[in-house]
Nanobody, 124 residues
């Protein structure tokens, strides 16, 4: 079993920045792909960014390209999402997720392990 705990969410003004962090514990696998999803009430979860174990394979949703950066520190079992130039439409609950394989999928159903989520609110 893998446990994921996110931190770093909060309230920020439009144009500001936040860095989300996620620590994995339990039976962690060094070859897991990890990603960040987000969800707005009444809508389905959507991928924001994903990263392979080596960091060589990256995926960014169109909405994140040029503004968000995903990174990981395997020695610390951490994954990060640095968000800049935030917009009110980025307001959502952000989830850290991990796969059992080193494949950066873009569907929520491809990820077995989910954190509890952290709220990000961007005010206009």
């Amino acid at each position: 079993q893998v446990q994921l705990v996110e931190s770093g969410g909060g309230l920020v003004q439009a144009g500001g920045s936040l860095r989300l962090s996620c620590v994995a514990s339990g039976r962690t696998f060094s070859w897991n792909a990890m990603a960040w999803f987000r969800q707005v009430p009444g809508q389905s979860r959507e991928i924001v960014a994903g990263i392979s174990w080596s960091g060589e394979s990256l995926y960014y949703a169109d909405s994140a390209k040029g503004r968000f950066t995903i990174s990981r520190d395997n020695a610390k079992n951490m994954v990060y999402l640095h968000m800049s130039s935030l917009k009110p439409e980025d307001t959502a609950v952000y989830y850290c997720v991990a796969d059992v394989y080193d494949v950066v999928g873009i569907q929520a159903s491809e990820y077995r392990y989910w954190g509890q989520g952290t709220q990000v609110t961007v005010s206009s």
